[in-house]
T-cell receptor
Framework: GESVGLHLPTLSVQEGDNSIINCAYSNSASDYFIWYKQESGKGPQFIIDIRSNMDKRQGQRVTVLLNKTVKHLSLQIAATQPGDSAVYFCAENMGLTGGGNKLTFGTGTQLKVEL | DAGVIQSPRHEVTEMGQEVTLRCKPISGHNSLFWYRQTMMRGLELLIYFNNNVPIDDSGMPEDRFSAKMPNASFSTLKIQPSEPRDSAVYFC????????????FGNGTRLTVT
């Protein structure tokens, strides 16, 4: 039969508008979170990170908000540009039983910027 | 900074053949990760090295998969024998330390097993 792939949620925005991409994470013990951008044919590219002792962090045109109470992360992109079109992933850093940490990724959101 | 370098960029092989994927992490990074990306399962962690030592290989699908890191500047992921269901994009990533620092990804190897 035909395989069924992940259905990526899609966010369509007009150029110049602000974008908000949301993510729910799974582990209340996660202490570090990252947003990645992935363009077609490329690896995930680091955008911004935030530690669990913060609830907001700003970068250039991007802001990440962390709500630990409801285990929710969001990425805000100001004045969205066509070059922002990509798949965006959130990732949470979790401790490993044997020591060290690993990043676990969400399923991603497709951002489409319309001219 | 050349970033994480993976080779080959594309690999097409027949079922049953051995496949070796290669990765050069960023100089100075002491943690290295192999991920697999498919439409069905998204990004999955296969194995993680710290200071060239495998720390967690619980994501390696089965015995057909093996990974090595003989030194701080090189790692391989081998599949033997390959199967069509192994078709995916395989990413290598590296970072400094073991905790709160971002992973830096290569551009991946797209593997197609026919």
């Amino acid at each position: 039969g035909e395989s069924v792939g992940l259905h990526l949620p899609t966010l369509s925005v007009q150029e110049g508008d602000n974008s908000i991409i949301n993510c729910a994470y799974s582990n209340s013990a996660s202490d570090y979170f990252i947003w990645y951008k992935q363009e077609s044919g490329k690896g995930p590219q680091f955008i911004i990170d935030i530690r669990s002792n913060m609830d907001k962090r700003q970068g250039q045109r991007v802001t990440v908000l962390l709500n630990k109470t409801v285990k929710h992360l969001s990425l805000q992109i100001a004045a969205t540009q066509p070059g922002d079109s990509a798949v965006y992933f959130c990732a949470e850093n979790m401790g490993l039983t044997g020591g060290g940490n690993k990043l676990t990724f969400g399923t991603g959101t497709q951002l489409k910027v319309e001219l | 900074d050349a970033g994480v370098i993976q080779s080959p960029r594309h690999e097409v092989t027949e079922m049953g053949q051995e496949v070796t994927l290669r990765c050069k992490p960023i100089s100075g990074h002491n943690s290295l990760f192999w991920y697999r990306q498919t439409m069905m399962r998204g990004l999955e962690l296969l194995i993680y090295f710290n200071n060239n030592v495998p720390i967690d290989d619980s994501g390696m699908p089965e015995d057909r998969f093996s990974a090595k890191m003989p030194n701080a500047s090189f790692s391989t992921l081998k599949i033997q024998p390959s199967e069509p269901r192994d078709s995916a994009v395989y990413f290598c990533a590296s970072r400094v330390g073991t905790g709160n620092s971002p992973l830096h990804f290569g551009n991946g190897t797209r593997l197609t097993v026919t």
